[in-house]
């Protein structure tokens, strides 16, 4: 295995996930997490590697509460920042969120210049922008995740409805993480469409169903939200970058004339490998599509304007 370093930046419900996954299926031979409160990832750091002789694992695990420790790292995963309670929305997370993404962004840009960026964090397609502006790095190397989580959300949803094997769904989302995500009508099953598996009235409860789904896990929650399936979407990027596997994965970049619209991060289907985003995809959307895709590029643009 090449000697990849990897840091995951904030210990909480999702890094640590990220970490436990990233140990349990042996992703890099160096993972550092950091997280500002106080001694909580040295305890995670500590916990992961007694669990070493159950893995036969070599990875190197190290906790610290000071960021300077991502130094030199390969692959940095931004996961820290506030997260949502019950009746609140990503995007009222944005002005705290924003600034702590502000803060680590010129840190990694100092510490890691040669590095991947994965965000994590709400609201995600304009905290992955905010990465893109202070980091000044290539768009290639700043992903955010979360149209994977949706689509895996979406196929969820179809296995209940139906008891169609998710594994079988080839769920399509563009656009934001968010409200204003586009579930695509060439979502299909098998190459078969929707249509011939589930009526247009219970097809448009399952899209709302996927659009509200992290409301509703945070609503149950109580405190903080999803963070088993967020973390999947993480691996899922990181196996992609470690093995060099020019991935198909549905991910938050910075786009410059794709599908019309330019800077702007939109979740679009993308190639990924060890170079980060290998290919942008362009697919043909309809007329109602194009103007959902540049609507929530119009709002996503008014909110960036201040950052």
């Known amino acids: 295995m090449r000697k990849i370093k990897l840091s995951i930046i904030g210990a909480g419900a999702v890094g640590s996930n990220v970490a436990f996954l990233t140990f349990l299926y042996h992703l890099v031979p160096e993972l550092v997490l950091v997280d500002i409160k106080g001694s909580l990832a040295k305890g995670l750091a500590l916990d992961l590697e007694d669990g070493r002789f159950f893995l036969n694992s070599n990875t190197v695990v190290k906790g610290a509460d000071k960021i300077k420790e991502i130094s030199g790292s390969d692959i940095v995963v931004f996961t820290a920042g506030i997260s949502r309670r019950p009746g609140m929305s990503r995007e009222d997370l944005l002005s705290t969120n924003a600034k702590i993404a502000k803060e680590v962004a010129l840190k990694v840009k100092k510490l890691a210049p040669a590095s991947i960026v994965i965000v994590v964090t709400n609201p995600l397609d304009i905290i992955t922008y905010v990465f893109c502006k202070y980091t000044g790095f290539k768009r290639e190397r700043i992903i955010g995740m979360g149209l994977g989580l949706d689509a895996s959300r979406l196929s969820n949803l179809i296995f209940h409805k139906i008891g169609i094997s998710p594994a079988d769904v080839s769920p399509w989302i563009l656009g ?11 979502t299909n099953i098998k190459g078969m469409s929707m249509g011939k598996f589930i009526d247009s009235e219970s097809w448009r409860k399952l899209k709302e169903l996927t659009v509200n789904r992290g409301a509703e896990v945070v609503k149950f929650l109580r ?11 993480v691996k899922q990027i990181l196996e992609a970058i470690v093995f060099d596997k020019r991935s198909f994965v549905l991910a938050s970049i910075m786009l410059q004339g794709e599908y019309g619209i330019r800077n702007v991060c939109l979740g679009v289907p993308v190639l990924i490998s060890r170079r980060g985003v290998d290919k942008i995809l362009e697919v043909e959307l ?8 540049k609507r929530a590029a119009s709002y996503l643009s008014s909110c960036t304007k201040s950052l």
């Open 286 to 293: 309809d007329k109602e599509e194009k103007y959902l895709l």
């Open 176 to 186: 934001m993480h968010g409200k204003e995500m586009l579930v695509a009508k060439f």
């Open 223 to 233: 405190c903080g939200s999803a963070r088993f399936a967020p973390a999947l979407g």
